[in-house]
């Protein structure tokens, strides 16, 4: 089957795994030098009012939310080539999330004023954020839909045929991921808890439609993942 025809699937298409690399940042860039955060350090918190919007040179930023009993959402996670923190700069409203580096990670940040100047002067860079909101807006409607209307195993397999998608290159064996995940990393997107996110891994698996090779996954089969997709779509 071919990505073409899986992106008809994908309603959205909302891969959670955000990246904007193929976007020409560098107006932003004169005189910035990146700085380094170490996997599972916090780069800002919640609740808090930004001076800087941040830009992925490379590594993995995770945007989630905590609520007043300590419970996690993940929004997104952000690659390399994406800007994040761009909505409290925007509005001067403090931020509805936290950003965690979820890999060691090397960051432009960009002082509000560089990058507001560009937002109103440059009609290509103004077009740029629009498009990057856009896609952060489909994942979150995507992933509210889902946790509305599907089950645990229509949320993991979709989440598979996003990173097939977006993030694989074809070969004799199948589609050979070329992102790695952790489970909990799933089971945060998904709204899933790890167990359960572990549990239909490891049903694919015996089942011979996916395995793993050097950390990365090969989806093997993808027929009975596109099957339920399309059997449970609401």
Known sequence: ?????????????SCP????????????LKNQHTIPFKKNEIIYQQHDISEFVYLIHKGRVCLYTLSDLGEEKSFFIAEAGCIFGEL???DNRPNTCYAMAVADTNLYKIPKDIFLRELTSS??????????????????????????????NYRVY??????????????????ELTMK??????????????VTVSQ???????DD???????????KNIEPIVQYIADHKK
């Open 1 to 13: 089957m071919l990505k073409k025809d899986l992106e008809l699937l994908d309603e959205f298409n």
């Open 17 to 28: 795994w955000v990246d904007f690399k193929d976007y020409d940042w560098s107006c932003l």
């Open 88 to 90: 409290s700069v925007i």
């Open 123 to 152: 009609i290509e860079f103004s077009n740029m954020v629009l498009k990057l909101i856009v896609k952060k807006t489909r994942v979150m409607l995507s992933q509210v839909k889902q946790l509305s209307f599907n089950d645990a």
């Open 158 to 175: 979709n989440s598979i045929l996003h990173l097939v998608n977006n993030y694989s290159t074809s070969s004799g064996s199948g589609y």
């Open 181 to 194: 995940f952790t489970h909990q990393e799933m089971a945060n997107l998904t709204g899933l808890s790890r």
């Open 200 to 206: 239909i891994i490891s049903n694919l698996t015996k």
């Open 209 to 219: 439609i996916l395995q793993k090779e050097k950390g990365y996954y090969v989806v």
